[in-house]
């Protein structure tokens, strides 16, 4: 009885040797367009939009209601918001003349920059709160003294607001923090490289990530400079949007551009100390000229990382844990932005490409998370359960 005892308890510690072993796998996630099983949304629901509508923006409340921003391109340019709840999307929630930048949620509130002033010497704009019914609750005017810029909202988890944007007369990024007063807290100019681009995240401390062209920098709540970290001396290498995990870590997605063409990307994941805790470049097993791999849409549920990824005009939806190994990985008909239910459940949103019936779609995989996340662990659960009933029946 010992000596099975022991032979399953070998294989147990090997199952977890594998795993371990896949865990520390090469640095490459490939998309194997030979073997990458399909699947279906379990429900699909749509909202009609017309034919100039564009997907703008979105954002998600603590509750699960997602906002998804739309922008009319026929001058003038406006732009509406729909929620999605429950599986369902409502009707406009309100339209508005001028947005800039898309839109933030804190608390129980949205909010946006509607409007923008420059002078001389100073810049003013007026940032809009209202509530998920499209009722306005206050607006408030910020000014920047000697800034001008075109800002994006950012509501760090600190509980501040942040504008981010490049001034026009100077090219210089500027990274301001507001206060709860709507005064401002600090104003920093932020060197992005050779691209006046980027992209910021607060954690709760108030640190804030910055990913620029030249890598990725963290700030402290003073906005001082703590770090510096080059994520790859490729110039071809171009970050698009990083995340933070509930460790304070950060993801970062940067894609392989070759004249104005995505050929590739590399998630990083870096802590809070600077140190980098592993990259993987997505990649195809098969790939043939004028063919590239692209990665879309990104998003961090948890201590999962979500992903589409396009090759050869096939979408792919990979899960990948935050240590930045495949969980999972399915072939789907078509992409889109990532969002999440209450549930964990993926939802996926796009517009149809039909000029006479245009419509923002929302493809839902329920249990699919679940699914996807019991993969991980279910070869050593199972192995754990299958000892323990076989242990207890050889003792009777």
């Given amino acids: 009885m010992r000596k099975h005892w022991t032979v399953l308890m070998i294989i147990l510690l090997s199952s977890c040797v594998m795993i371990q072993g896949h865990a520390q796998s090469s640095t490459e996630l490939v998309v194997d367009t030979g073997s990458i099983p399909g699947i279906q949304p379990t429900s699909t629901v ?21 906002f998804i921003l739309l922008v009319n391109l026929t001058p003038p340019t406006t732009h509406s918001l729909v929620m999605f709840e429950s599986g369902q999307f409502s009707s406009r929630i309100l339209t508005f003349t001028e947005i800039i930048e898309g839109i933030e949620i804190m608390d129980q509130s949205l909010f946006f920059v509607e409007d923008g002033y420059f002078s001389e010497n100073q810049s003013s704009y007026l940032i809009v709160e209202m509530d998920f019914q499209g009722t306005r609750i206050s607006e408030q005017n910020v000014t920047l003294r000697d800034t001008h810029i075109i800002p994006k909202l950012y509501a760090g988890k600190d509980g501040a607001m942040y504008l981010w944007g490049k001034d ?37 401390d108030g640190h804030v990530y910055i990913l620029k062209v030249s890598g990725l920098e963290l700030r402290n709540s003073d906005g001082q400079s703590l770090w510096n970290r080059t994520l790859s001396s490729n110039t071809n290498w171009v970050p698009k949007t990083l995340h933070t995990f509930n460790d304070d870590s950060v993801c ?12 590739g990307g590399t998630i990083y994941r870096y802590d809070i100390h600077g140190d980098l805790l ?5 990649v195809a097993s098969e790939m043939h000229p004028d063919e590239y791999v692209q990665v879309g849409d990104l998003e961090v549920y948890d201590n999962s990382i979500i992903s589409v990824v ?26 889109g932005y990532i969002q999440f239910t209450v549930e964990g459940h993926i939802i996926l949103f796009a ?46």
């Fill in 46 to 66: 749509a909202t009609e939009i017309s034919e100039h509508e564009h997907f703008a923006g979105m954002v998600r409340s603590d509750s699960g209601a997602i």
């Fill in 168 to 204: 026009v007369f100077t090219s210089k990024t500027h990274l301001v923090k507001l206060s709860n007063e709507w005064d401002v807290v600090w104003n920093k100019v932020i060197d992005l490289g050779i691209l006046s681009w980027g992209d910021v995240q607060v954690l709760p």
């Fill in 252 to 263: 970062v997605l940067a894609s392989y551009v070759i004249e104005y063409i995505i050929t």
């Fill in 278 to 282: 592993g990259n993987k470049t997505l």
């Fill in 310 to 335: 396009y090759y050869n005009n096939v979408a792919y939806l990979l899960e990948i844990s935050k240590d930045l190994n495949i969980i999972n990985r399915h072939s789907i008909e078509r992409g």
């Fill in 351 to 396: 517009e149809n490409n039909s000029r006479y019936e245009r419509q923002l779609l929302a493809f839902i995989f329920s249990g699919n998370q679940l699914m996807l996340l019991l993969s991980a662990g279910g070869v050593v659960i199972a192995i754990i359960v299958v000892a323990m009933v076989w242990r207890k029946r050889q003792t009777r």
